[in-house]
């Protein structure tokens, strides 16, 4: 079975950016979709960004379109998240995940592996 480590989270001020890394080591499926999601205290765990097996689809949260950018490097088995244009409510734990996904993308009861997650703060 995959398992998923994260990095590259951190504190930033907002406008600034972050890149979170998620290296799956492991036997994987091929047909994993890999996704990111995050979780703030009170709050239900969203979708913020998948990408499709072959890499040829992508899906983001409204909340983060044109700001984040989801991808892939299948040699390296890294998926990357580049976000951009940080905000104050962007602060949350960033989890990596991985599923065969049939439903829907950015649904977090889509996938069944999970990382550890990696603190995003952004401070205003």
């Known amino acids: 079975q995959v398992q998923l480590v994260e990095s590259g989270g951190g504190s930033v001020q907002a406008g600034g950016s972050l890149r979170l890394s998620c290296l799956a080591s492991?036997?994987?499926?091929?047909?994993?979709?890999m996704g990111w999601f995050r979780q703030s205290p009170g709050k239900e765990r969203e979708g913020v960004a998948v990408?499709?097996?072959?890499?040829?689809?992508?899906y983001y949260a409204d909340s983060v379109k044109g700001r984040f950018t989801i991808s892939q490097d299948r040699v390296k088995r890294t998926v990357y998240l580049q976000m951009n244009s940080l905000k104050p409510e962007d602060t949350a734990m960033y989890y990596c995940?991985?599923?065969?996904?049939?439903?829907?993308?950015?649904?977090?009861?889509?996938?069944?592996?999970w990382g550890q997650g990696t603190q995003v703060t952004v401070s205003s």
């Open positions: 990408i499709s097996p072959g890499g040829g689809s992508t």
């Open positions: 492991g036997s994987s499926s091929s047909k994993n979709y």
């Open positions: 995940a991985a599923g065969v996904v049939r439903w829907s993308p950015l649904s977090p009861s889509s996938y069944g592996i």
